[in-house]
């Protein structure tokens, strides 16, 4: 199981950040965040081994947000700086079973309940 936290309201510049608390094991497993906004398909917003390694990120958050993960507490963290308007959406992470992370919905298995980021202008 996963569970998101950390979302709520912030103005345009602020900073946020997101954590994603995975239950059982987390060995061979890697780490997505997802995003969708009213009206909007769910898009892509970064992916992690829990491995370590680099992490992916889509060109919209490149940049201002940063993915890490603390094996210890199989969490995962999404820190968001210099916040828009437009990052505005239900953030949801999600765990696939693999060495390498994917930017595939479709390759995700399990999937958390998503927590709202509101950024104000």
């Known amino acids: 199981q996963l569970q998101a936290s950390g979302g709520g309201l912030v103005q345009a510049g602020g900073s946020l950040r997101l954590s994603c608390a995975a239950s059982g094991s987390t060995f061979s497993r890697y780490m997505g965040w997802f995003r969708q906004a009213p009206g909007k398909e769910r898009e892509f917003v970064g992916t992690v081994s829990w491995r370590g390694g680099s992490a992916s990120y889509a060109d919209s958050v490149k940049g201002r947000f940063t993915i890490s993960n603390d094996n210890a507490k199989n969490t995962v963290y999404l820190q968001m700086n210099s916040l828009k308007p437009e990052d505005t959406a239900v953030y949801y992470c999600?765990?696939?079973?693999?060495?390498?992370?994917?930017?595939?919905?479709?390759?995700?298995?399990?999937w958390g309940q998503g927590t709202q980021v509101t950024v104000s202008s």
């Open positions: 999600a765990a696939g079973i693999g060495l390498n992370g994917s930017d595939q919905e479709i390759d995700y298995d399990y």
